[in-house]
């Protein structure tokens, strides 16, 4: 150990995202003394918009708290490579600016990142050996290979002057995961013999008897499917997945189809597997040229977009506008991923969509063994709790109920101690009881038209609104004695009508309380654009709750001859 603990050092656990979500992994481990903490940061990730946040595509953790103590963050370690994991390096990098360390895997797919925001010359990226170790200050970080559904998945061992924390990462038991080694389970039980301060373990599948099962299974699965299918067969998988990227090329060629990838990531993830010797052995992949001249019954489109996301590959094709692939009847469609809560209804317009163009559907839900989770069930927390003995169990990545139940299930198995802190819970871990000792900053930010905002800034608000109430725009032309030159007009967009009182009717209704707003001012007030402007939008608003139950967006314009 670098030095001896000193009376006023503290170990701390400060989740800034992942807690209490699946997702957004911003996990912070400082050590010192209150007012001199040094600090480290593991994993960076980030997690996507949904109908709650239209036009958010991707949203960050909020690093404020982190920003300020930035010349103390003496590393960013990252586990994997999944986006919520490593996703938000790019964006947030700049405001930390510290070293990041990173297996080979994980460390191609992080310069692709860093080269798209031009900071690839920038920042310092140290690769890091499976196994390896990696000394920052009072950490010293021993990488344990774990396996998961991404090549190099790695648990971290933090020793510090105050005891070890077994920090898992994502990661299940599989005892043949076909790409990479298998968990290391004798690193970790001599973790055990050492003493394991606290372990912070995934969550995900808490809730869940058994065990994930094994990707050999799946590829098992999936031979004689994609044996039994006739014309043009697309997979869609997390692209991530390069073992199950893998097990399908290999089932397309054991059954004389050639493979031919749709979705940019399909090829980034590709590329970073085989810059680490993955993938061998395998007959090149068809271009979209290639792909076109082959029979039918030949080829295999591995494709992204298994989660139904609009501008994916599978859902152009579904679409019809792919400029390469399209799928027709007597063709399939073999769905080897599970629905990540929330996604339901894209998935299912996705799915019906094909359904329509008489494409033959196979998903886990009728071919339970084409699919197995990434994370571990209940069987393998337990013997991950009885290979590490930690003292403390402080559950992460997950929802308040995994997060919760896990506490419960680790205090069955005997763990003396367990917290489940939420996102800018800061723990102390040692010395004495672990418990909550503070409560920082942790919010969201959401990447919006590429541009970063803050959690429910007013361009969001007002877009909800629009979505919801509809919009109005109403504009009047005023002379020099500031009388009316022209309209009021209106303009409508998303607001409903009916043969009986057709829109054009509404909107002269609306532009009358415009006008009458209008002529209510008298003297200066008709001569300020501000009062005029909020007099007429008022008048509408209510105009338009009278006739519609709501208050759309109205936005007043005044000019002036």
Not at 148 to 164: C, M, V, Y
Not at 360 to 372: A, M, Y
Request: glycine share 10%; aromatic share 4%.
């Amino acid at each position: 150990m670098t030095r001896a603990p000193r009376p006023d050092d503290e170990l701390v656990f400060l989740p800034l995202g992942g807690s209490n979500e699946i997702g957004m992994n911003f996990n912070l481990y400082g050590f010192g003394p209150p007012h001199a903490r040094k600090w480290i940061v593991v994993d960076l990730g980030v997690t996507f918009g949904d109908q709650t946040t239209p036009g958010v595509e991707i949203i960050l953790p909020d690093p404020e708290f982190i920003e300020a103590h930035a010349k103390d963050v003496l590393g960013i370690v990252l586990t994997h490579a999944h986006e919520d994991h490593i996703g938000a390096v790019a964006w947030l990098w700049p405001k930390l600016r510290a070293p990041l360390y990173a297996t080979p895997f994980t460390a191609f797919l992080l310069r692709e990142k860093l080269r798209e925001k031009d900071l690839l010359d920038e920042a310092e990226i140290t690769e890091v050996p499976l196994g390896g170790k990696i000394e920052l200050g009072p950490f010293e970080l021993e990488l344990i290979t774990l396996t998961h559904s991404i090549p190099e998945p790695n648990g971290l061992a933090i020793r510090t002057p105050l005891g070890i924390v077994l920090h898992t990462g994502d990661w299940k038991i599989d005892p043949d995961p076909l790409l990479g080694g298998v968990t290391d389970q004798d690193a970790i039980r001599k973790l055990g013999d050492e003493g394991v301060l606290a372990m912070v373990c995934d969550s995900t599948n808490v809730f869940v008897d058994g065990s994930a099962g094994s990707e050999a299974d799946v590829r098992a699965a999936l031979l004689p499917l994609i044996a039994g299918l006739t014309g043009k067969v697309a997979v869609a998988c997390f692209a991530s997945n390069v073992a199950r990227m893998d097990s399908i090329a290999r089932a397309a060629e054991a059954n004389g189809r050639r493979v031919c990838l749709a979705g940019r990531s399909m090829h980034r993830m590709s590329a970073a597997a085989k810059s680490v010797g993955l993938m061998e052995g395998l007959q090149p992949f068809l271009d979209d040229s290639e792909a076109k001249k082959f029979p039918p019954e030949k080829v295999l489109f591995l494709c992204t977009g298994s989660q139904g996301e609009g501008r994916a590959a599978l859902s152009r094709i579904a679409d019809g506008t792919h400029p390469h692939v399209s799928l027709g009847a007597g063709d399939a469609c073999v769905f080897s991923s599970r629905i990540i809560p929330g996604n339901d209804i894209p998935i299912r317009n996705l799915q019906n969509k094909l359904a329509d163009r008489g494409v033959r559907l196979f998903t886990e839900r009728d071919h339970p063994g084409i699919h197995v989770s990434g994370h571990p069930c209940r069987d393998e927390l337990k013997q991950m709790y009885q290979w590490a003995r930690p003292r403390i169990a402080v559950p992460t990545h997950g929802e308040r109920r995994h997060l919760l139940e896990h506490c419960n299930f680790a205090r069955d198995l005997q763990v003396s101690q367990a917290i489940a802190p939420r996102n800018g819970d800061m723990v102390r871990l040692a010395p004495g009881r672990a418990g909550i000792i503070d409560e920082v900053q942790a919010g969201r930010l959401y990447v919006d038209g590429g541009m970063v905002t803050v959690e429910n800034g007013d361009a969001l608000r007002e877009r909800r609104h629009a979505a919801s109430n509809g919009m109005l725009a109403v504009s009047v032309v005023l002379d020099g004695n500031s009388r009316i030159a022209s309209g009021p007009q209106v303009r409508a967009l998303g607001l409903p009508s009916e043969p009986d009182y057709p829109l054009d009717d509404i909107l002269d209704d609306l532009a009358d309380e415009a006008e009458q707003a209008l002529d209510r001012l008298k003297g200066e007030d008709r001569e300020m654009d501000e009062t005029v402007e909020a007099a007429m939008s008022r008048a509408v608003k209510k105009a338009s709750q009278r006739i519609w139950g709501r208050r759309p967006v109205v936005e007043t314009t005044v000019l002036r001859l």
